[in-house]
């Protein structure tokens, strides 16, 4: 595998139910990150970690609930999801935090995992 | 608040023609400019960038144009192919943060 994988690639789940998206990365990345885009928005930021610790929560219902093991793994649980929360879940990594200084810095995105809540 | 706004949500051009697409923004703060393009089915990918030092920046059949005065900028493509047809972010931040704002995209399709 290269790049960032993401799965599963597609999930139907009930307001009721508790699952997990996975991401990994294999470029060696030490930062990751949980976007959200919903149709015809922008991507919305929600989470970041930075060698394993969150760096950020961009006030993101408790409903969602990241997980980063590992510089390589990140996951994000989903317990009592609504229906507004159907988007398509995108992570990525890029070398640091650190910003964009020069190139080398870009973020990396996996295909991402469209989320259908009932 | 939506600081980067893609205006157009879909552009149609015939293949050799130019593709212009347009992005504006409102945050003076932001000097590190950026487009993605993303296929169905797979994640954004970075195309080409720009910082607030230039106001062109040129790879291939991508060029990059920045008007800081103006809060914009806008991603030449020339000559156009088919394979362009994708959806294109714009996305913006300060070199000093990793943080990045989207646009809504632009869904561009070239015409054989």
């Known amino acids: 595998e290269t790049g960032v994988t993401q799965t599963p690639r597609h999930l139907v789940m009930g307001m009721t139910n508790k699952k997990s998206l996975k991401c990994e990365q294999h470029l060696g990345h030490n930062a990751m990150y949980w976007y959200k885009q919903s149709a015809k928005k922008p991507l919305e930021l929600m989470f970041v970690y930075s060698l394993e610790e969150r760096v950020e929560n961009n006030s993101v219902p408790s409903r969602f609930s990241p997980e980063c093991p590992n510089s390589s793994h990140l996951f994000l649980h989903l317990h009592t999801l609504q229906p507004e929360d159907s988007a398509l879940y995108l992570c990525?990594?890029?070398?640091?935090?650190?910003?964009?200084?020069?190139?080398?810095?870009?973020?990396?995105f996996g295909p991402g995992t469209r989320l259908t809540v009932l | 608040d939506q600081q980067v706004k893609q205006n157009s949500p879909s552009l149609s051009v015939q293949e050799g023609r130019i593709s212009i697409l347009n992005c504006d923004y409102t945050n003076s703060m932001f000097d590190y400019f950026l487009w993605y393009k993303k296929y169905p089915a797979e994640g954004p990918t970075f195309l080409i960038s720009i910082s607030s030092i230039k106001d062109k920046n040129e790879d291939g059949r991508f060029t990059v144009f920045l008007n800081k005065s103006a809060k914009h900028l806008s991603l030449h493509i020339v000559p156009s192919q088919p394979g362009d047809s994708a959806v294109y972010f714009c996305a913006a931040s300060s070199l000093s943060d990793y943080k990045l704002s989207f646009g809504a995209g632009t869904t561009v399709t070239v015409r054989a």
């Open positions: 990525a990594s890029s070398q640091t935090t650190g910003g964009l200084a020069g190139a080398g810095n870009e973020q990396f």
